[in-house]
């Protein structure tokens, strides 16, 4: 995630980038910067916190010793969300080169800066930063001779990963020069003047006049116009866009809630979290995981997931994929009940605390229980700096950007993704998968995001019809095997937290021990019916269902022709390896809860009752 923003123009530039960060602080919000042109030199103001550390530290700026910023009218400016290197001051942007006449902000993940910044330093860059991010500017100060765009441009050939960044150089006033790979960068077009952004938010304000770029395009913004160019410097046509937003659609990116946008940065979010660790083809680079060593790695004897609610379903998730290809026996437990058991946990076993915000209570105090015990502890999470990061001997961290939306969404699929990579990481360390089955796990994994895009994409005019047909019921049950099981759960859960409908969810074959007595013909039953090892054993629990008169609607697996005959509705999903179809059967159910919530008025992003974060027990 992180959020840019730029200007150029005839204004006094610090009030117009301090208002469009904060319209992209939900983007990132560990630490913040600017940097603004003055006459000979871009002056440089960077806090850590959130922006109102930024705000004081702007103040001090134009009122104490450091010298006084004049309206030059170019600058830059970022928020914050850490993937490499700690939040420091030295490691929020903007970054600048060594002679610090270039600055940039960046959003995104260079993958081969460890490369890169082997040379330049051989070469003579200083850097001051523990971040990917900082390469840039020195490439570009590496490729300079007096054309910015032209140093950019090259720069941008010496990149791998996925980013967007913008430029600005001492020497070119009223000039900025934008890149883009994968990540988002927009122009906003005024009269005299020109903005750029991570997203419209960032100067919707200001203007409603907006030039999209696509991947592998540079743009130049002066006050009097943009040019978009190929990488190879080829101008390229490229229309204006009128937005008909108000601020608060934009903020939401167009899309009705923010956790319908949520539910489509899914994709994003899960190939962010898999992102460098995955870049090889035959091994899993977890980073620096602290005290969580590799030797601890392969000595384990067991796992124990701690978590609550949604994360505790991807704990779930977790089991069955590190059972399965590391044979590490896990336990998934509910952090509420585990803080207060007995639980019989010691220095051979790794608890890992599974927690979107990392403040959640009991998700904390179980940790802390098992740490006490003797226990090595990993935290997942998806917010730097929180109790939760600085309690843990390790950190795993899901990069899923902010979310608002108080139902989890592409939280789970990040801290799903993130046990997928532990899991393999497992497997390699401990030699329990074959190398050549290590790299076709690896490669599924890779193009998983690519199999939910496809699912975002296709649309939803199935699930809007079922969701239209039966979001007047009053009970929906909830059913899956093997690793399908826990999407039943979140799926249970997910309808049930925002649109107030009572929900079970039961492993199929438990059905007959109790509760297929709540069905008869006004029940819908969802199944989680994607390819697994048990499909038969679940297409038989359907008929049981199906024989009491119940309905179902089935998420099943595209080309599984056999499933047509077990039920009423299906909502289709790629196929892929059995164990990571949990990541894209979740994905329909999502939207399912999503629009029966819709159909029955309700606020889906703040649900009745619940918060975002759970600080209390
Ligand atoms: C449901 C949901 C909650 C959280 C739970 C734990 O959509 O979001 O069930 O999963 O409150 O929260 P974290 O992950 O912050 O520990």
């Known amino acids: 995630m992180c959020g840019i923003v730029g200007y150029v123009g005839p204004r006094e530039v610090r009030p117009l980038l301090f208002a469009g960060l904060e319209k992209l602080e939900y983007r990132g919000y560990d630490s913040a910067g600017i940097s603004v042109l003055n006459g000979e030199q871009i002056d440089l103001i960077r806090a850590v916190g959130d922006l109102s550390f930024l705000r004081d530290a702007m103040a001090e ?49 260079v993958e081969n800066y460890v490369t890169l910044k082997e040379s330049l330093v051989k070469d003579g860059s200083v850097f001051t930063s523990e971040t990917d991010a900082e390469v840039i500017a020195h490439l570009i100060e590496r490729h300079y001779n007096g054309d910015l765009t032209k140093a950019v441009r090259d720069a941008y050939q010496d990149l791998i990963g996925h980013y967007a960044f913008v430029a600005m150089s001492v020497d070119e006033p009223g000039v900025l020069v934008g890149a883009r790979k994968e990540c988002p960068l927009v122009v906003g077009r005024g009269e005299g003047e020109q903005f750029i952004g991570s997203a419209v938010p960032a100067f919707l304000k200001e203007t409603k006049r907006v030039q999209y770029m696509n991947d592998d395009e540079i743009v130049v913004l002066r006050p009097d116009g943009v040019e978009f160019l190929t990488v190879d410097g080829e101008p390229l046509a490229r229309e204006i866009d009128e937005v008909d937003w108000d601020a608060d659609t934009a903020e939401k990116g167009g899309y009705e809630t923010f956790m319908l946008k949520e539910i489509h940065e899914q994709a994003d979010a899960v190939a962010e979290t898999i992102g460098e660790r995955a870049a090889a083809e035959d091994s899993i680079d977890l980073g620096d995981l602290g005290q969580i060593s590799d030797h601890l790695l392969r000595n384990i004897s067991r796992i124990v997931v701690v978590a609550c609610g949604t994360s505790y379903h991807a704990g779930l998730v977790g089991r069955y994929a590190i059972e399965e290809w590391a044979r590490v026996p ?50 997942i999470t998806n917010i730097v700096g929180t109790r939760m990061t600085r309690e843990a001997d390790g950190v795993l961290f899901t990069r899923a950007g902010m979310e608002i939306g108080v139902a989890a969404t592409k939280t789970f699929v990040t801290q799903v993704a993130a046990f997928y990579l532990l899991a393999l990481r497992l497997a390699e360390l401990r030699g329990a998968l074959a190398p050549h089955d290590l790299s076709s796990r690896i490669a599924e994994l890779k193009h998983l995001p690519h199999l939910m895009s496809e699912v975002l994409d296709a649309g939803t005019a199935t699930i809007e019809k079922v969701a239209d047909q039966v979001y007047k019921q009053n009970f929906f049950m909830y059913l899956g095997r093997n690793s399908s099981l826990p999407i039943a759960l979140e799926g249970a859960l997910k309808l049930k937290e925002i649109s107030y409908i009572a929900t079970d969810a039961y492993a199929a074959g438990e059905m007959k021990h109790g509760p297929i007595a709540l069905l008869d013909e006004s029940t819908p039953v969802v199944v989680v019916a994607t390819n697994s090892p048990v499909l038969s054993k679940l297409i038989s629990n359907i008929q049981e269902v199906r024989a009491r008169g119940a309905r179902v609607i089935a998420v099943a697996t595209e080309g599984d022709t056999e499933i047509d ?38 606020n889906v992003d703040r649900p009745r009752n619940l918060a975002k974060t759970v600080t209390v027990e």
């Open 565 to 602: 005959a077990h039920a009423d509705e299906i909502f289709r999903v790629p196929a892929t390896n059995a164990m990571l179809s949990p990541l894209l059967a979740v994905i329909p159910l999502q939207l399912f809860a999503y629009f029966i919530a819709g159909h029955r008025g309700l």
């Open 330 to 379: 896990v336990e998934v437990e509910i952090a509420s009940e585990y803080r207060y058991r007995n639980p019989v946990v010691g220095p051979n076993d790794l608890v890992i605390g599974v927690s979107q915000s990392g403040e959640t209570a009991d998700t904390l105090a179980a940790m802390a229980t098992a740490r006490n015990a003797g226990a090595s502890v990993l935290a």
């Open 61 to 109: 700026n134009s009122n104490g010793s450091a010298p006084p910023v004049v309206a030059d009218g170019t600058g830059i400016g970022h928020t914050r969300w850490a993937t490499h290197g700690l939040v420091t001051e030295a490691n929020a942007h903007p970054h600048y080169s060594t002679n610090s006449r270039i600055h940039i902000a960046v959003n995104g993940i």
